[in-house]
C-alpha cells in the first residue's frame, strides 16, 4: 500500500510501530530464556496492529519456534507463546475483516469449516485423547482461517508487497545461514546435514524448497526474468544439497514440474502465455547453455545426485524410491496396518500410529495439552489413517479445490503450492501450526488467495468468504494480460 493520500501518515505511523516491535521480539529472542518468552508477548501485540502485521507475526512466530538452539535459548513457555500469537492474530484479523458478522460463505471456505468440524465431531466419538485431537484441529482452523482472510483482505498492491517482504525474509534465513557452513554451529543437531540458522536440517531443507520453488515460480512468471530470483533458487538449491533433505530436494523438483504440467493441462495455451519468462530470448539462451554444461557434466551430476540419494553414503541405497522406502517404511507401514484395521473409523486426529507414542505435553496450570509431537510422513495416508474413509474423501476435495485456485493464479502461486504439497508427501507438517507448518500454512493460503476473487473493497473485506468460489483475475484482466503473470513486487 502506498503512504501517500489521507491515510498516509498512519500507515507510516503503523509500519514504524511494526517495525520497532519487530526489533524488540528479534532481541528478545536471540537474549535470555526469560525474554525469549517476552518476545512472542511483542509479536502478539505485533499481531494486534492489522491483518499485514498479523502475518508478519506468525511467521516470525514459525523462525522463533524453529531458531537453531545453539544460537539462541529457548523460552521455558514458547508453546504457550505460540497460542498466544496465534490467537491475537485471530482477534485483530477475524475482526477487522467482518467475518464473524458475515454469513455468506462459499464451497472452499465452507469445505474448510466441515472438514474442521468434522474432526472435533470425530475426536469426540474414536479418538483416544479427545482433548489432543480437539486442540490440534482448533489451532489449525484458527491459524488457516486468519491466514486466509488476511490474504483476502488485502488490496492486490498490499498482498504483493507482503508477499515480497516474506519472500526475502525467507531467502534472508538461507542467506544468514551461509556464514555458519563452516562452522559446527550449522551442523549441532546430526553432525552431518547443514541446518543453518533452523533447529534441524530437515527443517532447514524443506524451508529451503519452499523458497525455491517461490524463486522459479517468480522467474518464471515474469516476462522479464529477475536475475535475482535465479540467484535465489540456486542459493536454495545449494543448501538444500548442504542439508541432505531428501525430502526437500525431491519437492522442489516435482513441485515446480508438476505446476507446469497442471497449468499446460488445465489451459490450453501457448507455453509463452503461461510460462512468459520462456519468451525471453535472454532465458533461452541461458536454457541452452545450462542445458549443454548439464550434459556435459552429466557423470559429475550423477554423482552429486547419488551422494545426495544416499546421504553421502550413509544410506545404503540404489533409487530415490529405494531411499523412500527405507527411511519412510517404519512411518507408514504401521498407518496402513491401521488404515486395514479401521477402514471407516479411523484412530482419530493427531494421534500417533501406535496411540501408546503419542506423549502428550501439558501446561502445569491450566492441565491443557500444549504439544503432542507426532512424526507421519505421507499426509494423504496420515489423514486416511487418523479421520477414515469418508474424512479423506473430504480431504481430496478440499485440497483439490485449493489446487484449483491456485491454478487459476498461474505458475507463481501454483509453484508455491505444489511445493507445500510435495513436502508434505515425505513430512506431513500442512496441519502443524505450531512448528514447521506454520510456514506451510502461510505460503498455501497465499497461494490460494492468488487465484480467488479479491474483496472488491478494503473496507469491506467480510465478503472474504464469499468470493473464494471464483477465479483470479476478473474477466476483464484475463483479456488484458495472461493469469500465469500475477504482478508480484
Given at each position: 500500500m502506498s503512504a501517500t493520500g489521507p491515510h498516509g501518515p498512519r500507515i507510516k505511523?503503523?509500519?514504524?510501530?511494526?517495525?520497532?516491535?519487530?526489533?524488540?521480539?528479534?532481541?528478545?529472542?536471540?537474549?535470555?530464556?526469560?525474554?525469549?518468552?517476552?518476545?512472542?508477548?511483542?509479536?502478539?501485540?505485533?499481531?494486534?496492529?492489522?491483518?499485514?502485521?498479523?502475518?508478519?507475526?506468525?511467521?516470525?512466530?514459525?523462525?522463533?519456534?524453529?531458531?537453531?538452539?545453539?544460537?539462541?535459548?529457548?523460552?521455558?513457555?514458547?508453546?504457550?507463546?505460540?497460542?498466544?500469537?496465534?490467537?491475537?492474530?485471530?482477534?485483530?484479523?477475524?475482526?477487522?475483516?467482518?467475518?464473524?458478522?458475515?454469513?455468506?460463505?462459499?464451497?472452499?471456505?465452507?469445505?474448510?469449516?466441515?472438514?474442521?468440524?468434522?474432526?472435533?465431531?470425530?475426536?469426540?466419538?474414536?479418538?483416544?485423547?479427545?482433548?489432543?485431537?480437539?486442540?490440534?484441529a482448533v489451532s489449525w482452523l484458527v491459524a488457516f482461517v486468519t491466514l486466509y482472510a488476511s490474504w483476502r483482505g488485502l488490496g492486490r498492491v498490499e498482498r504483493e508487497g507482503l508477499a515480497n517482504t516474506l519472500f526475502w525474509g525467507l531467502a534472508a534465513v538461507g542467506a544468514l545461514s551461509m556464514p555458519f557452513i563452516l562452522s559446527p554451529l550449522g551442523y549441532v543437531r546430526n553432525e552431518v546435514g547443514f541446518q543453518g540458522i533452523l533447529n534441524h536440517p530437515q527443517a532447514f531443507g524443506t524451508a529451503m524448497a519452499l523458497l525455491g520453488g517461490w524463486a522459479v515460480g517468480r522467474f518464471l512468471s515474469r516476462t522479464t526474468p529477475s536475475s535475482l530470483d535465479a540467484g535465489v533458487a540456486l542459493l536454495a538449491l545449494f543448501l538444500i544439497l548442504l542439508s541432505e533433505a531428501r525430502t526437500g530436494g525431491f519437492a522442489f523438483l516435482l513441485g515446480v514440474m508438476t505446476a507446469v504440467f497442471l497449468l499446460r493441462l488445465s489451459r490450453r495455451e501457448r507455453l509463452t502465455l503461461l510460462l512468459p519468462a520462456l519468451a525471453s530470448r535472454r532465458v533461452l539462451v541461458s536454457g541452452i547453455f545450462a542445458g549443454a554444461c548439464l550434459i556435459l557434466a552429466a557423470p559429475t551430476v550423477k554423482t552429486l545426485t547419488d551422494d545426495f540419494v544416499a546421504k553421502?553414503?550413509?544410506?545404503?541405497?540404489?533409487?530415490?524410491?529405494?531411499?523412500?522406502?527405507?527411511?519412510?517404511?517404519?512411518?507408514?507401514r504401521p498407518m496402513l496396518e491401521n488404515i486395514e484395521e479401521n477402514p471407516l473409523r479411523g484412530i482419530g486426529w493427531g494421534i500417533a500410529s501406535q496411540p501408546g507414542q503419542t506423549n502428550v505435553r501439558r501446561d502445569a496450570f491450566t492441565g491443557l495439552p500444549v504439544g503432542a509431537a507426532v512424526e507421519k510422513g505421507v499426509l494423504p495416508l496420515a489423514v486416511l489413517e487418523e479421520l477414515g474413509i469418508v474424512g479423506f474423501a473430504v480431504f481430496l476435495l478440499w485440497l483439490g479445490i485449493a489446487i484449483k485456485l491456485a491454478v487459476a493464479g498461474g505458475i507463481l502461486p501454483l509453484s508455491v503450492l505444489m511445493t507445500v504439497v510435495f513436502v508434505n508427501m515425505g513430512e506431513s507438517v500442512l496441519f502443524s501450526p505450531g512448528g514447521m507448518g506454520m510456514l506451510h500454512l502461510i505460503l498455501f493460503t497465499w497461494a490460494i488467495s492468488m487465484g480467488a476473487a479479491p474483496a472488491p473493497d478494503s473496507r469491506h473485506v467480510g465478503r472474504w468468504l464469499a468470493n473464494d468460489g471464483d477465479s483470479y483475475p476478473p474477466p476483464s484482466a484475463k483479456q488484458s494480460r495472461p493469469l500465469s503473470q500475477p504482478a508480484h513486487g
Open positions: 505511523r503503523s509500519l514504524a510501530l511494526g517495525g520497532l516491535t519487530v526489533a524488540l521480539a528479534l532481541v528478545c529472542r536471540l537474549t535470555s530464556p526469560m525474554l525469549a518468552d517476552v518476545s512472542y508477548v511483542l509479536l502478539a501485540i505485533l499481531a494486534l496492529l492489522g491483518r499485514r502485521h498479523a502475518v508478519v507475526a506468525l511467521g516470525l512466530a514459525w523462525l522463533f519456534t524453529m531458531i537453531n538452539p545453539a544460537l539462541a535459548p529457548d523460552g521455558s513457555a514458547a508453546a504457550l507463546g505460540r497460542f498466544l500469537v496465534i490467537g491475537a492474530a485471530a482477534f485483530s484479523v477475524l475482526l477487522r475483516s467482518g467475518v464473524l458478522l458475515s454469513g455468506r460463505v462459499r464451497l472452499f471456505s465452507a469445505l474448510t469449516l466441515v472438514f474442521a468440524g468434522g474432526i472435533v465431531a470425530h475426536a469426540l466419538l474414536v479418538s483416544s485423547f479427545p482433548d489432543v485431537s480437539i486442540l490440534k553421502s553414503g550413509r544410506a545404503d541405497v540404489g533409487s530415490a524410491l529405494e531411499a523412500f522406502e527405507r527411511s519412510r517404511s517404519v512411518l507408514y
